[in-house]
């Protein structure tokens, strides 16, 4: 049987208030992928549309939208007796979206090598001293946060917009992954010392150097998370 989980309830403002900046069925949308992003609402869920609903004391019209636009992007999928299930990752997945991940970032740091002033890298020093603190003092939920928004910074130095968004495009199968990868302080003190490494890298403009540690640390994020994959597989049958 399919784990029923309750849905928290969405701290909604005013009907009138949201129409003039998103409506309500987006807001349900923006909750529901936020839990499913970061393991709040785990696979194998079973979303029901009426009880959604009920559980947020809305109509059934807006949680159908929310719930339309999750299957379009491949976090749910229909069932044949009712309602939709979450979807877990599988291995075509993970390759896939990593070997993507590869060749864009390992580009845009190459173009932040390039094309950075050297002001623009003290946001980048804070980050990594920010994940070392979180790290030191034991609070690795932070983490997926602040190497989130270190790689966030490192792409905006691209200076190239349709990069950048292409890469955003990724973003909450990335965020899912890097939930896998953080959660051990040995693979964290890993990635934030490749971050120092990528930082040395595109503050002496080695263009080069930085695309291939950036394609390295990828990979090396994509063996963990596939190592993951299959000790959980392998626990299920």
């Given amino acids: 049987m399919k784990k029923r989980v309750p849905i928290k309830p969405l701290h909604l403002t005013p009907f009138n208030e949201l129409q003039s900046r998103k409506s309500l069925g987006q807001l349900v949308f923006e909750n529901l992928r936020h839990a499913i992003v970061r393991g709040e609402i785990v696979p194998g869920t079973r979303l029901v549309e ?120 990724l973003r909450d199968q990335i965020y899912r992954y890097r939930l896998i990868i953080l959660k051990e302080p040995r693979r964290a003190q890993m990635s934030n010392a490749d971050h120092i490494r990528m930082l040395s890298h595109i503050r002496e403009r080695s263009a080069d150097e930085v695309e291939y540690l950036v394609r390295d640390h990828i990979r090396r994020g994509q063996e963990i998370v596939l190592e993951d994959f299959d000790a959980k597989l392998t626990q299920n049958l």
């Fill in 50 to 169: 009426s009880q959604i609903a009920e559980g947020q004391g809305i109509s059934r019209t807006p949680v159908r939208e929310a719930i339309h636009k999750l299957e379009r992007e491949g976090l749910i999928e229909r069932q044949q007796r009712g309602g939709f299930t979450v979807l877990g990752l599988s291995r075509n997945d993970i390759v896939e979206t990593f070997g993507i991940r590869s060749v864009l970032e390992g580009y845009a740091a190459r173009l932040a090598a390039i094309n950075h002033q050297p002001d623009e890298l003290k946001p980048l020093e804070a980050k990594i001293s920010e994940f070392q603190r979180s790290l030191d003092n034991g609070e690795l939920k932070a983490l997926t946060r602040i190497n989130t928004e270190f790689h966030d910074l490192l792409y905006a130095l691209s200076k190239s917009r349709r990069l950048i968004h292409m890469i955003s495009g």
